[in-house]
C-alpha cells in the first residue's frame, strides 16, 4: 500500500538583510509556517530548513524574505502513532509483484 502523509520541501531561505537582530526576527515568522530550521548562517542571512511543500509560497512572502529555493521535494511517511500519521497503520502487508 502506497502511504502519502505529507509532501516535505528542503529549502533555502535568502533574508534581505543580516545580523543577529534580522535573522532572529525572521525565524519567528518562518517557523509559523511550520519551518523545521535546519542551518542558519547569521552573516550572509541565510537559513536552511525543512517544510510542507504547500507553505513554499506562503514563505516566499514573508516580510524580510528575499528568495526561497525548493532544493529537494519528497513525500514522507511517517510511521503509526506519530502525530503526523494521515494515513494510519497498514492494515494488509505489502505484496511485491
Known amino acids: 500500500?502506497?502511504?502519502?502523509?505529507?509532501?516535505?520541501?528542503?529549502?533555502?531561505?535568502?533574508?534581505?538583510?543580516?545580523?543577529?537582530?534580522a535573522v532572529d526576527g525572521a525565524?519567528?515568522?518562518l517557523k509559523e509556517f511550520g519551518l523545521e530550521v535546519v542551518d542558519v548562517n547569521?552573516?550572509?542571512?541565510?537559513?536552511?530548513?525543512?517544510?510542507?511543500?504547500?507553505?513554499?509560497?506562503?514563505i516566499k512572502k514573508v516580510a524580510g524574505v528575499?528568495?526561497?529555493r525548493s532544493v529537494f521535494t519528497y513525500t514522507a511517511d511517517y510511521p503509526a502513532g506519530d502525530p503526523r500519521d494521515q494515513d494510519g497503520p497498514d492494515?494488509?502487508?505489502?505484496r511485491e509483484d
Open 1 to 21: 500500500m502506497n502511504h502519502h502523509d505529507a509532501d516535505i520541501a528542503d529549502v533555502i531561505i535568502v533574508l534581505a538583510d543580516q545580523g543577529q537582530q
Open 27 to 29: 525565524l519567528d515568522k
Open 42 to 58: 547569521v552573516d550572509e542571512g541565510v537559513v536552511e530548513g525543512s517544510c510542507d511543500a504547500n507553505k513554499v509560497g506562503e
Open 66 to 68: 528575499s528568495y526561497v
Open 91 to 94: 492494515t494488509q502487508p505489502e
